[in-house]
Every structure is written in C-alpha cells, then in structure tokens.
C-alpha cells in the first residue's frame, strides 16, 4: 500500500517518546507509528526510517474492546487486563516466538498506559482477520485481543523493518 498521510502532531509525539526512553530503545534508526485516529480500512501502521526520511505503511487492526460496536474505529484505549482493547504509548519491540498466532513479537510497554503490555501479551502477529481481502469484503479489518494484528503475508515486512530494540508508538494524533 501507498504511505498514507498522517498528522504530524503524532509524528512529533512519537520522536518525544524516542528522546524520553532513549535508554531503553537501542536502535533509534528507525521506529513504527501506529495511528489509531484512522479507521482499521486505511493503512495506519507507519514505519518511518529516521535517518533517511523514508516512510511506508500498512494495515493494523485493534483491539476488540477498544471497539465494542465494530465501527473500524477505535473509541477508546485500556492498560487493563481482560480489557481486549489496544494500549497507548511507546512500546519496545522485543523477542519473537512461536505461539497461538503463529511467529509473534513481543512487546514491552514503556509507558503508565501500556506498562501490562508483557503481562497481557501484548504482541505483533499476523492474522487472517488483518488481510486486505477482508477489507475489501466487509470495509473494515477484524479486531484483535488488543494486539497489533497485521495481514498475514506482511509479517516478514514487519519484523525486517522493526526487528529487537526499537520503537513502536501506537496513539490517536
């Protein structure tokens, strides 16, 4: 897909978040914006080279319970557990592994709002409920248990881009 625009208030917000847990996140090359102000039927998962300024983008679902009434948007976000709902915040990619959905990544959670990321698995997996042919179906992706569910054939992409120790900023601009 075509990189879609974004509000550049976010692109800020996330550049803080970079500097703020600079510590913490070893790769600063590159990071992933998740911009949950657009709808599940545009391409709002973001990856942004910071060195070279190159930007690409894909499909991201959300949480369930960030989304009660199955609109495409996501109405609200929960650090909670048993929520079902997508967290905001900065997050630190981490370990792959091989579980429920497949090859996953985990997530750690740098923030207040989404420091349970770990603890509710919290992860980036592929999903056939993320696939664009669902989107072309019903106008919308389906929705995670609060995980950054991307299309089953994108994954490779992800975790090429993002691989361990990087950035990934998931807020509403």
Known sequence: MAPASFDPTLLRKALAALD?????????????????SAPSSEARLH?????????????VAHGAGSDPGHTGFLQRFSNDFGSNASSEGAF?????YVGKHG???RLAGLDPTNDNARGRA???????????????AHGKLGRSQGCFAVGEHELDRVFGFLGEGRLLYAAKA
């Open 47 to 59: 990856f942004l080279d910071v060195i070279k300024g190159e930007r690409s983008s894909l499909l």
């Open 92 to 96: 630190l990619t981490s370990d792959y």
């Open 103 to 105: 090859r996953s990544q």
């Open 122 to 136: 919290i992860v980036i997996h592929s999903a056939w409920y993320a696939n664009a042919d669902i989107l072309a």
């Open 20 to 36: 703020r847990h600079a510590g913490a996140v070893v790769h600063r090359d590159r990071i992933a914006i998740v911009d949950f």
